[in-house]
């Protein structure tokens, strides 16, 4: 494995999920694992990404609240789906591995942290399952707690299968959300004792085949937003903290009124001072969507599209909300962009860095 030869400047550093199938044709080669690169969010640039972890396709990235550890969910060449607990070498963004635990048949497609640490979260789109897991104190994990084997499919051909796409924890850590996207539904659990979730119930429906598929809390845990892959569009909800209930307020587009070609959403996020919001599209538009978020309702504004991209399946926004970093898969590379404060507009690409598959952007604290 490389050294992580990186210079400091100021403590970011972000992690990158690939895929680790061959791919060659582009620079800079085959992916390994999990890459690392420090960032310097007083300028936006971007350190060349070096290995941090070597595993099979890495695909989604998540982090302790409190700990210097970092989850992956992966796969294993004779055990299905893994779940795989690293420490963060906080000088160097190098990962140790502390342990991995098996999560299935199947590699998982998203992974989520509770607000307390406590439990990991997994969904499983091929399988059509979901896991949740204790954390040990020193952040490593315990064997699956609950195992939950969703079941309904829909209309389209992508809903030929039960596909949970994503689960997120709610922002006090009672309830788990998942968007699934064979049934156009999100589904709501408590998380019991012992990380176990329970009582599954239909949170939300949404038009057929609109393909639920990644969530985001508002910054104030007032608000839940979902993007639908096949619709290409952004449902906005009132969230009630006391019961876990869903009231929708709206629906926007994410791409153009006279748009007429393939629909494929794929990210979702908030800036963390809640006054925007991003969401990215593929195939036929190759797009971020920025939105402006009303301070009393919750409801978006379109404020601006940015294309130049090439399957952004998945992007993240720095904790100071200045810099946006969208993964490139189909182009083997991650691109930085600047984002206005007033606005929320993002500005033209400031760096491009070779990221092979790229597929998850996660920031983390450095020393």
């Known amino acids: 494995m490389a050294t ?9 550093f972000v992690y990158f999920g690939t895929y680790t199938r061959a791919n060659t044709r582009t620079p800079p080669g085959p992916s390994k694992g999990i890459y690392v690169a420090r960032f310097d969010s007083r300028t936006g640039a971007l350190a060349k990404p070096m290995l941090a972890a070597e595993a099979s396709n890495p695909s989604f990235l998540a982090r302790h609240p409190t700990l210097p550890v970092l989850y992956a969910v992966a796969a294993s060449h004779d055990k299905g789906g893994v779940v795989i607990a690293y420490k963060i070498n906080p000088e160097t963004g190098a990962l140790t591995l502390l342990n991995r635990v098996s999560a299935g048949r199947t590699s998982g497609t998203y992974i989520a942290v509770t607000p307390d640490g406590r439990t990991v979260l997994t969904a499983h789109y091929s399988g059509g399952y979901l896991n949740s897991f204790p954390v040990h104190a020193d952040g490593s994990l315990g064997e699956s707690a609950s195992h939950v084997q969703h079941t309904m499919t829909g209309t389209h051909p992508q809903q030929n299968a039960p596909h949970p796409h994503c689960i997120d924890a709610s922002p006090d850590g009672r309830f788990a959300f998942v968007a699934d996207l064979a049934a156009d539904r999100i589904f709501r659990y408590k998380i019991g004792e012992g990380s176990t979730l329970k009582d599954g119930k239909v949170a939300a429906s949404v038009k057929s085949e609109s393909g639920s598929r990644h ?50 959403a794929s990210e979702i996020a908030v800036r963390p001072d809640g006054k925007f919001l991003y969401a990215s599209n593929r195939a036929d538009d190759e797009s971020i969507a920025a939105f402006a978020i009303d301070a009393s309702t919750g409801k978006l504004s379109f404020v601006q599209r940015t294309g130049g991209l090439a399957q952004p399946r998945s992007f993240a926004v720095s904790p100071d909300g200045r810099w946006l970093i969208s993964a490139n898969h189909d182009t083997n590379d991650v691109v930085v962009f600047g984002v206005d404060e007033s606005t929320g507009k993002l500005t033209d690409a400031r760096v491009r860095m070779g990221v092979t598959t790229c597929v998850c952007v996660l920031f983390w604290p450095a020393k």
């Open 4 to 12: 992580l030869a990186v210079n400091a400047t100021t403590p970011q």
């Open 215 to 264: 969530l985001a809390f508002s910054s104030d845990g007032k608000r839940l937003y979902l993007i639908n892959e096949l619709g290409a569009t952004v449902v906005v909800y009132d969230y009630d903290a006391a019961n876990g209930a869903l009231t929708e307020t709206q629906i926007v587009s994410t791409v153009p009124p006279d748009f007429s070609g393939r629909r494929w």
